[in-house]
């Protein structure tokens, strides 16, 4: 017997039929004697079908009331996904983040889950109960609706396992387990059997959304062991593990790729000590993330360029910060591009390995990709390229670093 989650993604509850079929998923399990928590995400389409919504009525909306609307799709799942388990004889009922509760910060949108009552899930165990909870909800101590930030029924997901003690956490969607790059693009791709926390946790904070980056996490802090798996077949999915639990570590274990960032160039800033800091701080003040920054060294000693990515909905409102205060940082002009992608090579094994970044520069080089901006860390380097070359990109690496599936 165990105690274990399962997470059913979008696309895993994305009709009724679905729905059913991991109804009766939960059902082996709890046959098999183990205790279930479920947690479901809204249909496919549905929450952006909720923030579409918001946005028609008011660009500038109360936050608070956001997230009353898109929180709305978990709604329905956890009711269904409930009615669907008793149907089969399963005894099960739902729970909204609220009635958990899942406690909050007051960060409407992108809230961070703070702590998880979960005491009377785990006595409705004894009674045999399946608990099923919406995912992505919280609530904030001023008796609101949060919401955990796009793809956050991962992270409802891990923080109930962590605070049930569960042996498992199962995150059950549309692919079967984590591949070297994103399946879709890269028809190479390989799955892995085992990633490390690390490693996952740049993966996802570089743009594979196969998992929430926060889920990740939260994972690695309360040691959930965390397993990836396809929700339409019946095959052992990918675990998210420590490091010591690999044996053969390759050099690069993963390429990601984010299309959510925009590039910024102010050009000709005066080159004064203090630019930096009189520039960052506006952005930082409007709460808009910074991410890669290049500065060239000015060739007169006066003026340079400055390069650095922001996301892409902050893009419209970065430009305004700075266009209103141009006069005051004497900047020449500010250009914002849309139209990049980050792409991200990444692997514990490059701690311990030299020329990774090279081969990279090389991959692009020989496939005419020019390289805007570059960063790196101890275990990743990303570079800003064109979007036009996605995918190009990403298949000229995955072939580079050797990880195609043979
Ligand atoms: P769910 O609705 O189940 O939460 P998501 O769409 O959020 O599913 O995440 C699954 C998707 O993540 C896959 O369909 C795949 O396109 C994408 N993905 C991106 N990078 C990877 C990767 N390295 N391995 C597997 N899937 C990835
Ligand atoms: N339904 C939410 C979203 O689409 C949460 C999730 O699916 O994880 O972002
Ligand atoms: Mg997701």
């Keep these: 017997m165990a105690r274990i989650v399962q997470k059913f993604g979008g696309t895993s509850v994305a009709d009724i039929d679905r729905i059913k079929a991991a109804a009766q998923r939960v059902k082996r399990a709890v046959d098999a004697g183990d205790e279930v928590a479920v947690v479901v995400s809204a249909m496919s389409g549905t929450t952006n079908q909720l923030v579409e919504w918001t946005r028609a009525v008011s660009p500038m909306h109360d936050a608070r009331e956001y997230d009353v609307v898109v929180s709305a799709g978990e709604q329905v799942t956890v009711g269904l996904m409930a009615m669907a388990l008793q149907d089969i004889g399963v005894d099960a009922r739902s729970w909204l983040g609220w009635q958990i509760p899942m406690e909050t910060d007051d960060m409407h949108g992108r809230a961070r889950i703070l702590d998880v ?10 009674l045999g109960q399946v608990a099923v909870m919406a ?13 955990l930030g796009r793809g956050g029924s991962d992270t409802s997901a891990v923080a109930l396992a962590a ?6 956490c199962d995150i059950y969607t549309d692919v079967d387990g984590i591949y070297t790059s994103d399946p879709r693009i890269v028809t190479r791709a390989r799955k892995l059997d085992k990633i490390t926390y690390e490693e996952m946790l740049e993966m996802a904070s570089l743009g594979a959304k196969v998992l929430q980056t926060r889920s990740v996490e939260l994972a690695m802090n309360h040691r959930v062991r965390l397993q990836v798996l396809s929700s339409f077949e019946d095959a052992p999915g990918t675990l998210v593990v420590d490091e010591e639990e690999i044996v053969e570590q390759e050099i690069v274990s993963g ?15 005066p080159d004064n000590p203090g630019i930096a800091a009189a520039i960052f701080g506006p952005l930082s003040e409007a709460s808009i993330i910074v991410d890669m920054i290049v500065q060239n060294v000015s060739e007169d000693g006066n003026a340079t360029d400055l390069t650095f990515t922001v996301p892409k909905d902050d893009l419209a409102r970065t430009m305004e910060v700075l266009e209103a ?3 005051r940082l004497g900047f020449e ?22 020329g990774v970044a090279m081969r990279m520069f090389q991959a692009l080089a020989d496939k005419g990709i020019n390289i805007q901006v570059i960063s790196t860390s101890e275990i990743k380097i990303s570079v800003l390229v064109s979007d036009a070359y996605t995918e190009l990109a990403l298949r000229s690496l995955h072939t580079a670093y050797g990880l195609d599936a043979v």
């Design 117 to 126: 009552k979960a005491d009377e899930i785990v006595r409705r165990f004894g």
């Design 135 to 147: 995912g992505f909800q919280g609530i904030a101590s001023d008796n609101r609706i949060t919401t």
């Design 163 to 168: 605070a049930i003690n569960a042996d498992r």
């Design 255 to 269: 390429i990601a790729h984010s299309g959510n960032e925009a590039k910024i160039t102010l050009v000709r800033v």
């Design 325 to 327: 205060a141009q006069d």
């Design 333 to 354: 002009r500010v250009v914002g591009d849309p139209d990049v992608v980050k792409i991200s090579v990444v692997g514990v094994g490059m701690r311990s390995h030299a």
